[in-house]
């Protein structure tokens, strides 16, 4: 079942990303990392263990992708949250680790986090592909660093943002990173990425329409953050623009797109189209 | 003449800089990355390029993984120079990013130029060393971000630090990222870095004690910084601990420590032997 696997990833994640900020000296530092990396869902994580076991990698060195990537990405959420982007309080039903801690510890953990990440995924035992996993997650923590900026100047635009528009900020907010998960298993093989990358595309986007969705279905004792901030806001988001069923539909139709572009691995892809249709169904 | 050769150093690294952030999409972001990695006297690209000049490394890929240290050295003095952090506005004679711009945009700008460093780092045109160098720059970037907290904790803790503590937290703070760049050359060369660290760790230190000096003795006129800080902030520095002329004499001694560690490379060495003399001599 995919609950039940999605948990045994997320365990196998979070376990290693404890043990690699654990590895660094003691510090109030370090204790605000690890909260910062724990709780989430793990979705990248399960993408690149599925991914790199449909490629026959070691289990070891997916997780540690895996563990590169959360890293990667519980940083982006740390600065996000900072009172001087989207200023929240809430995250993963956790206070946010400038409310904890302080706003120049949060900076810094976010700052820490990005450089384990790298360290992670540059270790020799990552074998003989790691500098391409490298380079690829440097484009795309470069990518998601540009859509949160693009993200922030809408915020302040005098028009609001077209369909394409959104398409493009979001590809870069967080399809990249989505895609690098989803692609990480193959390069850690050697292998042509390409074959993904429809998939990837497809489930990055759907991703964001569903998290648009949750914003405004959705509660914050399930997604574990403040919900209603687009439309408090008053920000373009694919249901402003969509309306909310045709946005539904979208969705449905990009994760059929993505379990699609996934035919020519019959079997050995089932986790990776159950992943699709988890982005859609998920409540948090 | 160091002078010259040190500025010729610095505009290789700072084309190779620019060109890598002109290779972005255009954007608001783009153009506060621009200015955030312009200026300053690019030391750790002098050690990086004349390192691996000792090492026949090809000179493209040298001034490529300078322009990879000079972007983390700049992504720290971004986020350094946060209202939260040191709260400077001015830096290397200009305004600091989040004067100039907003604080949301020096933390996406400091959180790009990151992912930038290693992004040119794992290029495969930097040869088949280049996971090694990636692995240890960002063992480096975590541990100046480490220095960086115990440097804050200090400011607010019960007792001054004591010497030991400071060298401790320098050598995180500032010693890691000189060391990697003295390093940088061995290691894009495959060849063993250590006989470089006793150099490096004595390099790291000198060029701290002269930090606190030129705070003291300095003018921000010619540092481009504000001076004053330490002593306004009632911070433990080596000149408070030891004195003036105690931390210039130690300062010296340091310099001789770390030319001597160069000894059995004979004139290859002169240039970083200059560099050691330099950053006791600098006035910015």
């Excluded at 076991?53 to 890293?71: C, G, K, S």
């Excluded at 270790?123 to 795309?140: E, N, T």
Aim: one cysteine or more.
């Amino acid at each position: 079942m995919f609950p039940e696997l999605l948990n045994h990833r997320a365990e196998q994640v979070s376990a290693r990303l404890n043990a690699a900020v654990l590895a660094t000296p003691p510090h109030r530092l370090r204790d605000a990392m690890l909260h910062a990396v724990s709780g989430g869902k793990r979705l990248r994580a399960f993408l690149v263990i599925e991914g790199a076991a449909m490629f026959d990698v070691p289990a070891a060195q997916a997780v540690q992708a895996a563990a590169a990537v959360e890293a990667i990405h519980a940083y982006s959420l740390v600065h996000d949250d900072l009172p001087a982007m989207d200023d929240d309080d809430l995250r993963r039903g956790q206070p946010t680790v400038h409310v904890k801690w302080d706003e120049a510890t949060a900076v810094l953990v976010g700052d820490g986090l990005q450089s384990l990440a790298f360290d992670l995924l540059a270790d020799p035992a990552m074998g003989p592909h790691r500098a391409d996993l490298v380079a690829s997650l440097a484009k795309a923590a470069g990518a998601m660093v540009l859509g949160q900026a693009q993200d922030i100047a809408a915020e302040t635009a005098d028009t609001p943002l077209t369909l394409d528009q959104i398409t493009t900020l979001q590809a870069n907010k967080t399809g990249a990173l989505i895609a690098w998960s989803a692609e990480a298993g193959a390069r850690l093989a050697g292998e042509d990425p390409a074959p993904l990358t429809s998939y990837a595309t497809a489930l990055g986007l759907a991703f964001q329409i569903a998290d648009d969705i949750l914003d405004v279905e959705g509660s914050a004792d399930k997604t574990g953050k403040r919900v209603g901030k687009d439309a408090e806001a008053g920000k373009a988001t694919f249901v402003s623009l969509l309306g909310l069923d045709a946005a539904k539909n979208r969705a449905g139709e990009l994760v059929q797109q993505a379990c699609d572009a996934l035919a020519n691995y019959g079997e050995r892809a089932e986790s990776l189209r159950a992943a699709a249709r988890f982005v859609i169904s998920r409540e948090s």
